[in-house]
């Protein structure tokens, strides 16, 4: 896959979407083979660091102790104290909502345990708990802006269950460039992770909101053909020569 077989597919899927009363999400959608989900080493657990933010706000929330409120405070977009931990023990209504609302979840080292114990059984099975991988576990003196702005490049990748991935890569007002340079570093980031690296991905789509998945390289650029054009004439030209 490469940037012109990418640039392709993004020109067929606006194309063929028709204009809507609201800006319209572009996403990526990777199919895989031949790995076994059901062995934990060939299951995707990924934190994906991209060069472009994918056109929507990451909301970030953090649980700490009195250390890294002020800092929390004013940096991310939730705070809460590890004294405000009871009310979601006692209500799942509530931290199912907040799991709901935040992207991702930092947390002070020094009271993970707590953190794992009040919202682990809801933030857990949805892929949301701090983790290391991504930087989300701090030290009580942590400078959270640096980590903060990452987070917003940051994109989480979990293969577990169902051969597939998808995720929004921007939307169809932005940058050509930079959607086409979020694709590549996704895609390179997941086949370097394959038990067989590209060999393990199926196929490759994109899809607006509205529209048709439209396969990546499955129209032939002009330099493809231009290419193919060549290998052809240099064919009959040998033949030629034979005859």
Do not use: W
Request: aromatic share 6%; proline share 4%.
């Amino acid at each position: 896959m490469d940037k012109d077989q990418i640039k392709e597919a993004l020109s067929i899927a606006k194309e063929n979407s028709k204009k809507r009363n609201f800006k319209q999400s572009i996403d990526l959608i990777i199919n895989f083979k031949g790995i076994n989900l059901k062995k934990t080493e060939e299951q995707l657990e990924l934190f994906i660091p991209l060069h472009f933010e994918r056109g929507k706000k990451v909301k970030v929330c953090a649980f700490v102790d009195q250390e890294l409120a002020n800092a929390s405070k004013e940096v991310c977009d939730n705070t809460i104290l590890v004294n405000e931990f009871d009310k979601y023990g006692q209500d799942k209504k509530l931290t199912k909502k907040l799991a709901k609302e935040y992207d991702f979840f930092i947390a002070q080292a020094t009271i993970m345990p707590k953190v794992a114990t009040v919202f682990g059984r809801i933030l857990g099975p949805r892929g949301k708990m701090p983790n290391p991988k991504a930087g989300c576990v701090v030290p009580p003196n942590a400078n959270l802006k640096p980590l903060y702005a990452k987070l917003q490049k940051t994109l989480h990748i979990s293969v577990k269950k169902d051969p597939l991935f998808q995720c929004r890569i921007g939307f169809e007002d932005s940058n050509e460039e930079e959607l086409i340079d979020n694709i590549l570093s996704i895609y390179n980031n997941i086949a370097s992770n394959l038990p067989s690296e590209n060999q393990n991905i199926k196929n490759v789509y994109l899809k607006l909101t509205m529209g048709k998945a439209v396969k990546i390289g499955s129209q032939k650029t002009d330099d493809q053909l231009a290419k193919e054009g060549k290998k052809l004439l240099k064919k009959k030209e040998k033949r030629k020569k034979k005859k």
